[in-house]
C-alpha cells in the first residue's frame, strides 16, 4: 500500500511538472511572435522608406502622422503588438526605429534597428 501512494505521488509531481513546462512553453511562444512581429515591422517600414526617398524626413516621429504610408504603418504597429508603439529618428540618411510594447503580466520590451538610406 505504501508503495502505491509513493508511485502515485511520484506519477502526481511527474504530472505537474509537465503542466509548467507546457505553460512556460505557451508563454515562450507566445514572447517570441511578438519578438518576430516587431522585427517583421520594422523591415517593412524600412522597405517603405526605401521606396519613397524623397519623403524620408516625413517618417520621423513627428510628422509621421501627417504622411499616410507612415501613419498606416503606425496604426498596424499599434493593432499587432499589445499596447505597442513606434519611434522614428531620421538624421541625414540614418534611421532608427525602436518598437516598444508590453504584453500584459511579461514586462515591457524593446526592439530597435537602424540602417541607412542613401538621400
Known amino acids: 500500500m505504501l508503495e502505491a501512494i509513493v508511485a502515485l505521488t511520484l506519477f502526481g509531481a511527474g504530472i ?3 503542466v509548467g513546462l507546457q505553460a512556460r512553453m505557451v508563454t515562450a511562444q507566445t514572447e517570441g511572435n511578438f519578438r518576430a512581429d516587431a522585427v517583421y515591422l520594422a523591415s517593412e517600414l524600412v522597405g517603405a522608406m526605401w521606396s519613397d526617398v ?5 517618417y520621423a516621429t513627428a510628422e509621421c502622422a501627417t504622411h499616410a504610408r507612415c ?4 496604426d498596424k504597429v499599434a493593432a499587432t503588438l499589445p ?37
Open 16 to 18: 505537474l511538472g509537465l
Open 71 to 74: 501613419k498606416r504603418w503606425a
Open 54 to 58: 524623397p519623403n524620408l524626413a516625413k
Open 83 to 119: 499596447a505597442g508603439s513606434a519611434t522614428v529618428a531620421v538624421n541625414n540618411g540614418l534611421v532608427t526605429i525602436t518598437l516598444t510594447w508590453a504584453p500584459p503580466n511579461y514586462g515591457t520590451h524593446t526592439y530597435s534597428t537602424s540602417t541607412a538610406i542613401r538621400i
